[in-house]
């Protein structure tokens, strides 16, 4: 049974997302056989290009990025383009045209758009008749700036659209390493007698990127990195590593158990909230051998507010998971621009041996590397080769996903967009699991908000303001830095 024609209709089709990240996932689905032919991927905007038009941009702007191009100019006999302001109900009528006669098919309404938009299009899309039973909305995050904004969100979609409809993509849940958590965790024996407390000292979540935000204040004032990357996707993997093993791998069962790990966040509340986060604004620096501009000097439409002096491009947090398995295990999470690289990564920490025998043995440590080079490392202690007294060394044991599996490993939004079509949301966040996330982080948002200090400026290039380092280092811990 192949894949059935649907309708995929992407609200802000002309945008940065459609272009980087929809159209090449989308592209690589069709040539893997994923889009059944028939499929249609109409792009929405405001601009007034037609589909000629349309096909023209995204072969000038998406093409060249791509891993061959095989199949490329069936793809694009696949793309409409119709343009649509949401605004006003004439804008509908294009839509409604192209999509009439084709009712039976599922239909897919991808919004990447600000949240603002999301309930303006859902009630235009029911008023124009658009929503049929075998409709689905995927909204993309943020969802909101806080709880109250989240909730109102999901009201006017939920209006709309029943939760079963609603997907709501976290591209984190997508990356294949973030997946084979899962099957290392719960397809494997020996871990889980130890995936305790009693053998691991504590967990790291980083994700790290050398990019700034040059061009993206309008938005990046209004997130920062807490919004941007820590109440979604490290949220998502701290939720991986801490939940209970799911009875079934099925759409409720795995979310019922991350919403249990975000129940069971200690709150950082009040002065807390100073002990345990540290927020980071990078200064002008050297990234690469280049050297790059501060957060407040980004090449970008909107000059600087006081909203970009106070917000964060660095965010680390020392979370606690208040239940049987996690007591007294922290979980430090961290993410920010302009590090001197791109590595995301998860690090089970354990303790050391109960009683040693050797002098010099480290705890051994498992990496779980996200980007780049997907694997997996565990460092052993070993004996180094030679007579004499013994010397312990540590040395890897590792997994490259790339040289394990010759097969190219799928963007995450492929896999994402192949669940969407065929209507499995195990990998999306159900409504319950984004208002928990949203209830731990608005209270951090609010002591930052309300503190008259601003973020601690570290240079770009380097890990991060030093506070972050403090974090770790009262408790006698470190980061893991690249070796
Ligand atoms: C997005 C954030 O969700 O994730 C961006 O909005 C960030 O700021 C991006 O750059 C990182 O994604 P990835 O897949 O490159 O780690």
């Not at 993309?140 to 979609?157: C, F, M, S, W, Y």
Request: charged share 25%; with cysteine.
């Amino acid at each position: 049974n192949g894949p059935a024609p649907a309708d995929l209709i992407i609200f802000g089709g002309t945008g940065d997302l459609a272009m980087r990240k929809l159209l090449p996932a989308l592209y690589h689905c069709d040539v893997d056989g994923g889009l059944a032919p028939g499929t249609r991927i109409i792009a929405l905007s405001r601009s007034g290009l037609d589909d000629a038009d349309y096909r023209g941009k995204v072969d000038a702007e998406v093409r060249p990025a791509l891993h061959g191009s095989e199949g490329w100019d069936a793809f694009l006999r696949r793309l409409r383009h119709v343009p649509v302001d949401v605004t006003t109900p004439e804008g509908w009528a294009g839509l409604a045209g192209l999509l009439a006669g084709h009712e039976d098919r599922d239909r897919v309404f991808y919004l990447a758009s600000p949240p603002l938009a999301f309930g303006p299009f859902c009630r235009g899309a029911r008023e124009a008749g658009l929503v049929t039973p075998g409709s689905r909305v995927v909204l993309e995050k943020p969802l909101g700036r806080d709880l109250a904004g989240a909730q109102a969100i999901n009201d006017e979609v939920g209006a709309i659209f029943d939760e079963s409809q609603i997907f709501r993509i976290d591209h984190y849940l997508g990356k294949e390493t973030v997946q084979n958590l899962l099957v290392l965790r719960f397809a494997n024996s020996f871990l889980e007698p130890i995936w305790n407390s009693r053998w691991i000292d504590h967990v790291q979540i980083t994700a790290a990127e050398s990019v700034g935000t040059p061009g993206r204040r309008g938005y990046y004032d209004q997130a920062g990195a807490l919004r941007d990357m820590v109440q979604n996707h490290l949220l998502q993997l701290l939720c991986l590593v801490a939940m209970e093993p799911p009875s079934r791998n099925d759409r409720e069962a795995v979310r019922d158990e991350k919403v249990k790990v975000l129940r069971s966040l200690r709150p950082v509340t009040g002065a807390d909230a100073d002990r345990f986060t540290v927020r980071g604004q990078y200064t002008h620096g050297l990234v690469d051998g280049a050297e790059v501009p501060g957060y407040l000097d980004e090449p970008d439409k909107n000059p600087p507010t006081d909203a970009s002096r106070r917000v964060e491009t660095f965010a680390a947090v020392h979370a606690e998971v208040d239940n049987w398995r996690w007591a007294g295990v922290p979980f430090f999470l961290r993410s920010g621009k302009r590090l001197p690289s791109r590595r995301s990564e998860i690090v089970v920490q354990f303790k050391n041996v109960p009683h040693a025998i050797f002098p010099g043995a480290t705890p051994n440590r498992l990496v779980l590397r996200l980007q780049p080079d997907e694997g997996i490392h565990l460092s052993l202690m070993a004996k180094e080769p030679g007579a004499g007294d013994i010397a312990l060394r540590p040395v890897p044991l590792s997994l490259s996903f790339s040289d394990a599996f010759s097969a190219r490993v799928p963007d995450a939004y492929e896999r994402l967009l192949m669940d969407v079509l065929s209507g499995n949301p195990t990998l999306f966040m159900r409504r319950d699991e984004v208002e928990a996330a949203w209830r731990w982080i608005d209270p951090i948002v609010r002591r930052w908000e309300g503190s008259a200090a601003l973020p601690e400026p570290y240079p770009a290039g380097t890990s991060g303001p030093a506070g972050a380092h403090d974090l770790l280092a009262r408790g006698g811990r470190a980061w893991h830095e690249e070796e």
